[in-house]
C-alpha cells in the first residue's frame, strides 16, 4: 500500500509538470496570453542590423530598400538596379557578390561598445534576409540551396552572429535576431512551400534559437502564406513551451499574411509612426534614411537628424511602444560614420535623461497639445514629427510635453524650453510633491493654479544642461 501511494504521488507530479510545459497551446487565443517579458518593456531601444551580400551593392533607387536588391535584378529592365548591376559587376551573378562579402574591417567588441554607448539596450541582426544567405553555418540552408550559401563558406569565413553575441555579451546590450521565413529564389521554396517550411524553415529557426539563445527573434517575410502554412502556432508553442529562451524571449506578429496587427507578442510598424494599437505593445522600426541596408546613393540630407531621431525615440516611449533603430553596415564590417555619429547623439541625451525613458510605462496622456489645429497632412517622412514640437506651422497645435512614468514618479519631457513659465494642463499635485529638472538636479518652485500645475523654469543655460534636443522634469510623489 506504502508503494502504491508513492507511485501516485510521482505520477501526481509528473502530470502536474507536463500541464505546466505545456502551458501554452499551439492555438493563437492561448498564445497571445504570453506577457511581453519586462527587461523588454523596460528597454525602449533597440538597434536592428541588415547586413549581408545585399551590403556589397549597397544600391538602391533613394526611397527604396537596399537589401532587396537582389529581388529587383528580377524586376522589368528600366529598374536602375539592373544598369547598376551592369556597369558595377558585369556579367557576375547576385550569388557572385558573396565573395566580396568578407567583413574585413569587421569589429564586433567595436560594435557592441558603440550600442552601449549609444545607449541601446538590445540588438536584432538579420541572421538571413529574404535572399536565404546566413550569417551562420547552416547545413540546412546550404543543402537546399545547392551550394555553400553562408558567411562560414563563402565570404567571410567566419560566424557573425557568434562573434556579435559574444561581445555584446559584455555589455548590458542583449543579443537578438532577425530571421526571415521565406527565401525570394530558394529551389526547394519555389517546388514546394509546404516541405520549405517543415524542412528548412523551421529547423533552422530551432538551430538558431539553441545555438545562439537571442532574446529577440525577428520574424519577417511571411506575407505570401498564412501563418497555418509557416506553422507558426506549432513554432511558438515550442518556443514559449519547451526552448532554452521561453521566459525571456520576444517575438513579434509577422508570422503569415494574416497575422500582422493581430496577433503576435509586439506589434510592428514600420515607418509608420502614427500608429497606436489600444495598449498593444508595439516596436515601431525604421532606418536612419530610408534603407535598412546600407545604400550608397543616399546623401546626408536624406538621413535623419540625431535631434529628429531622439524625439521619435520619446515619442515612441510615451506612447508605450520600443524604438528599433536601424543601421547598415558596409560588406566591409565598418558602420558608416554617419550612423555612429546618430547613435551617440542619442546615447549623448540618454546618457543624462534616461531616467525618463529607460523602466517607464505610458502615463494617462501621452502627450500635451497646445492650441490650434492637429489635422496636419500626412506625409511620407519623418519631418511631421518636427512640424508638432519645434519647427512648427502658424496656426497649427505642438506637442508641448511628452509624458512618461514610474510609480509615484511623473516625467515631463519636453521638446522646446519655456520662457518663464510651464503650464502642466488638467494636473494638481499633492503638497510634498517635488518639480526637479533632471539634467542639473535643481529643484523648481511650482503651485496648483486652478486645474493646472505651474513651473518656474529657470534661465536657459545650455552648458548645463549638456543634452538640448528636449529638457526633462521630475515630479516625485505625482498621482498615477
Known amino acids: 500500500m506504502y508503494k502504491y501511494f508513492i507511485y501516485l504521488f510521482v505520477l501526481s507530479i509528473f502530470f502536474v509538470s507536463s500541464v505546466k510545459a505545456q502551458e501554452y497551446q499551439p492555438n493563437w487565443k492561448s498564445l497571445d496570453q504570453k506577457s511581453v517579458p519586462e527587461w523588454y518593456q523596460d528597454a525602449k531601444f533597440g538597434i536592428f542590423i541588415h547586413w549581408g551580400v545585399y551590403s556589397v551593392p549597397a544600391f538602391s533607387k533613394v526611397g527604396g530598400y537596399a537589401e532587396w536588391y537582389q529581388h529587383k535584378l528580377r524586376s522589368d529592365s528600366t529598374n536602375p538596379t539592373i544598369k547598376f548591376?551592369?556597369?558595377?559587376?558585369?556579367?557576375?551573378?547576385?550569388?557572385?557578390?558573396?565573395?566580396?562579402?568578407?567583413?574585413?574591417?569587421?569589429?564586433?567588441?567595436?560594435?557592441a561598445q558603440l550600442f552601449d554607448k549609444a545607449g541601446a539596450k538590445y540588438v536584432a541582426l538579420t541572421s538571413k534576409h529574404h535572399d536565404g544567405y546566413c550569417l551562420w553555418p547552416s547545413k540546412v540552408g546550404d543543402r537546399d540551396w545547392g551550394f555553400p550559401w553562408n558567411a562560414t563558406e563563402v565570404g567571410p569565413h567566419k560566424d557573425l552572429i557568434k562573434s556579435l553575441f559574444k561581445a555584446l555579451r559584455k555589455t548590458d546590450v542583449k543579443p537578438g535576431l532577425y530571421y526571415s521565413l521565406y527565401e525570394w529564389y530558394n529551389p526547394l521554396y519555389l517546388k514546394n512551400v509546404d516541405s520549405f517550411v517543415v524542412k528548412h524553415t523551421i529547423p533552422q529557426m530551432k538551430d538558431l534559437i539553441n545555438t545562439y539563445h537571442p532574446y529577440v527573434l525577428f520574424t519577417d517575410g511571411g506575407w505570401d502564406h498564412s501563418a497555418k502554412t509557416w506553422h507558426a502556432q506549432q513554432f511558438l508553442a515550442w518556443l514559449y513551451n519547451d526552448s532554452p529562451v521561453k521566459d525571456s524571449i520576444v517575438t513579434y506578429d509577422r508570422w503569415g499574411s494574416d497575422i500582422r496587427f493581430h496577433h503576435g507578442m509586439v506589434y510592428t510598424p514600420e515607418y509608420e509612426p502614427g500608429l497606436t494599437f489600444d495598449g498593444h505593445y508595439f516596436e515601431e522600426s525604421q532606418g536612419m534614411g530610408y534603407s535598412y541596408?546600407?545604400?550608397?546613393?543616399?546623401?546626408i540630407t536624406d538621413y535623419s537628424s540625431g535631434r529628429l531621431l531622439t524625439l521619435q525615440l520619446i515619442d515612441i516611449v510615451s506612447r508605450g511602444g520600443n524604438f528599433l533603430l536601424d543601421i547598415g553596415p558596409r560588406a566591409d564590417g565598418k558602420i558608416p560614420a554617419i550612423m555612429q555619429e546618430r547613435l551617440l547623439h542619442i546615447g549623448k541625451w540618454l546618457s543624462v535623461?534616461?531616467?525618463?525613458?529607460y523602466g517607464t510605462r505610458p502615463w494617462k496622456n501621452a502627450v500635451q497639445w497646445s492650441d490650434g489645429n492637429r489635422k496636419y497632412e500626412p506625409e511620407d517622412d519623418e519631418t511631421l514629427l518636427l512640424k508638432q514640437t519645434v519647427n512648427p506651422e502658424p496656426g497649427y497645435a505642438v506637442k508641448e510635453i511628452f509624458f512618461t512614468h514610474k510609480p509615484d514618479t511623473l516625467y515631463c519631457i519636453l521638446p522646446q524650453y519655456p520662457d518663464g513659465k510651464l503650464e502642466i494642463k488638467n494636473l494638481q499635485l499633492p503638497k510634498n510633491a517635488k518639480i526637479?529638472?533632471?539634467?542639473?538636479?535643481?529643484?523648481?518652485?511650482?503651485?496648483?493654479?486652478?486645474?493646472n500645475v505651474e513651473v518656474e523654469m529657470p534661465p536657459f543655460t545650455p552648458n548645463k544642461i549638456k543634452a538640448t534636443d528636449a529638457y526633462v522634469l521630475c515630479i516625485a510623489n505625482a498621482p498615477n
Do not use: H
Not at 533632471?438 to 493654479?449: I, M, R
Open 85 to 111: 548591376q551592369k556597369e558595377v559587376y558585369g556579367g557576375q551573378s547576385y550569388y557572385d557578390l558573396a565573395k566580396y562579402f568578407k567583413a574585413e574591417l569587421f569589429d564586433p567588441e567595436a560594435w
Open 436 to 451: 526637479t529638472f533632471l539634467a542639473t538636479g535643481q529643484q523648481l518652485s511650482w503651485e496648483n493654479k486652478e486645474e
Open 293 to 299: 541596408g546600407y545604400n550608397r546613393a543616399e546623401d
Open 353 to 357: 535623461n534616461g531616467e525618463a525613458i
